[in-house]
């Protein structure tokens, strides 16, 4: 993937890229090419990809699929290419607006009931939310499998004030690219 393919210009280290857990399991085992590809990846253009913890925990439960005592994702993590955010603040006023945002959008947009939608996904917004409040970052890019809520995180924050700062990459898609 060329650098004008990246979600905007990191050239400054202003991008946050926030993953999702449909990311990494369609990475599959450690061994699997497409694992070794998102790790190359990351590290040829120094991304560390930020999952909220929910993501950690849904991806924390998978040993016996993995590596004998290690996942895929703890080993992501102990190599620097992957972190684990903070617990979002939420009781932030603008954490809980995305997030509500983000819930509905993928509710109407999947025709789902709004207590049906994955925590995860709504914390995808959250930790946005968070990394675009405290300064550190100018952008974020928005990485998962899930296209309702890629497009809901975009969309809530657009809402909350953050327009221009966001982008959705369907993982499928980075994956395609990077293999």
Known sequence: MADEDLP????????TWIADSGLFIACGRQQN??????????????????????V??????????????????RSAIDAGWVAVADE??????????????VRSYIAASSNRDEDRIEKADTALGAVAVERLSDGDVEFIAVVTTDTDAG???????????????????????????IV
């Open 8 to 15: 905007f210009d990191d050239a400054d280290g202003a991008v």
């Open 33 to 54: 090419n497409k694992y070794t590809a998102l790790e190359r990846f990351a590290r040829g253009n120094d991304i560390t990809f930020v999952i909220p913890r929910r």
């Open 56 to 73: 950690y925990d849904e991806l924390g439960g998978a040993p016996d699929r993995s590596t004998p005592g290690q996942t895929p994702i």
């Open 88 to 101: 979002p603040d939420y009781t932030d006023g603008t954490v809980s607006r995305v997030m509500d945002g």
């Open 151 to 177: 497009e809901g995180v975009v969309t809530a924050l657009t809402a909350n004030g953050f327009e221009d700062r966001v982008q959705f990459k369907d993982g499928f898609e980075l994956l395609d690219e």
